[in-house]
């Protein structure tokens, strides 16, 4: 089989620029939540279209902030896709609403408009649609679907006044970079959830955002709000506290702690400036993944994506170069580019046995292979709280034979030749020992 070799699943792409930035926050004496956290905000706002973002904790405290600041919880529904990571559910159940589990559409991994029309009663009061791999929901069927809900719709406070409709939460933790029919991630839906965990894009080793669109809300009530959420609903941060004779502060309500910290934003910040290279790298190897695997019976999901030579290379871009991606983006045929952030692939017509053989082939070849996801009704958490997987065959069929390829930065291109020649062999080689 040739050379042997290592390959991550997904490292993070970290350079002497994030490490110089984290050594200058832990020089300055100030490492809790401070001005590179608002500067930080700054950037991805401007990443998502968006008004404002809100720094938090995670891309989980930010979905849940989300729900909060809407005032949902007890008695209320809120929707999402049984085929994602439990995040999306877990922050629903956390301000005790109700989760509804929607299947996603035949040979898809998006929710099924049609089943999520049925699900939608007089309790609704948010849809929280999953850009998976990086790629952008349907917002505009899913825009559809709620203004015509809107009639039944009964507005609990000022947010949900403003809104007037059922809200669209995105988990946009995988999709931050994308765009769909001219729309950016971040700016399709009422708020998205952008996740910085270590094995993302653009990582902080631990965090997450919350933006949300223009033009609807009171952003600096928003803003305000999710801030006294994100810190014990204290009316004064700490950096505010430091002012000479600005110790007074009042507790508005018992909020929860699930700020961003000056180390994790000076770490954001770097690779922010690096990101639409980064991005343009991740199009660059999807593509490769694509024409590698054409001929071998894989069913890649599909990615869009949209790049040149020049935008490919290993450099920040400049910011009339970023605009000219972003136009190609906005312009592509099928109105969208994914960030390319998962290569999630589908061995078709093989088992779950193949697929779990497959990844342990890999695995002793050297390359990490994943799953992405298990339905939420084979979980036990999910289980217990009366799911049940017969429900949402589209879901399980999407599930059982699905393998995630490794897709990070830190990929050379011989590095995704040597994943796809060992992938055909590994196929070939179980097909021929008797496994379906």
């Not at 801030?227 to 004064?236: C, F, N, R």
């Amino acid at each position: 089989m040739g050379d042997q070799r290592v390959i991550p699943f997904s490292p993070p792409d970290i350079t002497e620029a994030e490490i110089d930035g984290v050594v200058e926050v832990l020089k300055s004496g100030w490492i809790t939540t401070g001005p590179k956290t608002k500067e930080f905000e700054r950037r991805i706002a401007a990443l998502c279209n968006a008004p404002r973002a809100a720094a938090l904790s995670s891309a989980t405290a930010a979905l849940e902030c989300a729900l909060r600041v809407l005032g949902i919880g007890p008695g209320d529904e809120v929707i999402t896709s049984a085929y994602t990571y439990t995040a999306s559910a877990s922050c629903i159940c956390h301000v005790g609403a109700t989760p509804v589990l929607c299947d996603v559409a035949p040979g898809s991994f998006e929710m099924d408009l049609e089943q999520l029309a049925s699900r939608i009663t007089d309790r609704t009061k948010a849809i929280i649609p999953v850009d998976l791999a990086g790629i952008m929901a349907d917002y505009d069927g899913l825009r559809a679907l709620v203004e015509s809900s809107s009639d039944g719709f009964r507005a609990k406070n000022d947010v949900q006044e403003q809104l007037g409709r059922i809200a669209l939460i995105a988990d946009g933790a995988h999709s931050l970079g994308a765009a769909r029919h001219g729309l950016a991630s971040g700016e399709a839906a009422d708020f998205t959830a952008v996740s910085f965990h270590a094995v993302k894009n653009l990582t902080t080793a631990e965090g997450g955002a919350l933006a949300w669109r223009a033009g609807v809300f009171d952003d600096d009530e928003v803003y305000r709000r999710l801030m006294l959420w994100s810190l014990h609903g204290q009316t004064k941060d700490a950096l505010a506290k430091t002012k000479v004779g600005a110790w007074e502060y009042d507790v508005a309500f018992p909020g929860w702690k699930c700020n961003m910290n000056e180390l994790s934003a000076a770490l954001g910040l770097a690779q922010a400036k690096r990101y639409p290279s980064l991005l343009a790298r991740r199009r660059a190897i999807v593509s490769r993944y694509e024409a590698n695997l054409a001929e071998c019976g894989v069913e890649l999901i599909r990615h869009y994506a949209e790049h040149d030579g020049d935008a490919c290379a290993p450099r920040i871009l400049t910011d009339e170069e970023a605009a000219a991606v972003r136009k190609r983006e906005a312009a592509s045929p099928d109105g969208h580019a994914s960030s390319g952030h998962l290569m999630i692939a589908r061995l078709t017509g093989r088992s779950t046995e193949f697929r779990n053989r497959t990844i342990e082939a890999l695995g002793e070849l050297g390359i990490a292979a994943n799953v992405h996801y298990k339905p939420l009704p084979l979980l036990s958490a999910y289980r217990d709280l009366g799911f049940d997987i017969a429900e949402f065959p589209n879901a399980y069929a999407q599930f059982e034979n699905e393998i995630t390829l490794p897709l990070h930065t830190l990929l050379s291109d011989d590095d995704v030749d040597y994943v796809c020649e060992r992938l055909a062999e590994t196929l070939g080689a179980l097909e021929r020992s008797g496994v379906r």
